[in-house]
């Protein structure tokens, strides 16, 4: 018999797979509205259905092998779908500062498990049906939970990634900032 906990990382899984292949199909751009719980703890995790979401974009990191769908917005739905962009804030490739959150889940490699393996210097790609952005860390922060400054815009194009930390405690997050490199 499969425990629950298994048995969700499978359907978690097989969900972003099925959200990765539906983006790879997209010819074109498709708005996903889910509202902002602005106080809502990206520690908490949801096993509701996932299967309403697709993705807006992927975002890559190849340091650590991170392959991740992105939705709009950041409610426990869409955390637990994939990682949540924050709709306060710019689009990639927009002047400002994108901020995408996501769950510290406990199975290896999984949404932002090895963020806190990512350095200064490291590059990040987000993946839209029309371009792909380029961002190499520039900043690697820890935070306490009610520090909204990461959410604040900038006159410069950055990405700014963020998750709970340390795992299984969450006391506080973890902050990856990334500027925009264009090739």
Known sequence: MISASIATNI??????Q????????????????????SNQDIDEQDNSDISEFSADYI???PCIDSLEPVVEGTDRSALSAA??????????????NCV????????????FNRLNE???????????PTDEYSYQVSEIKTV?????????NTENEIL??????PIYIATHRLVVVAERVYN
């Open 11 to 16: 359907y978690q899984y097989t969900k972003k």
């Open 59 to 61: 975002l890559e990191i």
């Open 100 to 111: 995408i959150a996501g769950h510290r889940n406990y199975t290896f490699g999984k949404y």
């Open 118 to 128: 990512v350095e200064i210097g490291d590059m990040i790609y987000i993946h839209t």
């Open 83 to 96: 990682l949540g962009h924050e709709e306060s804030t710019v689009l990639p490739g927009e002047v400002g």
């Open 144 to 152: 306490r939970p009610e520090d909204v400054d990461i959410l604040e």
């Open 18 to 37: 099925e959200i990765i292949a539906t983006f790879d199909n997209t010819v074109s751009h498709e708005d996903i509205l889910s509202p902002i719980q």
């Open 160 to 165: 700014t990634l963020y998750t709970c930390t």
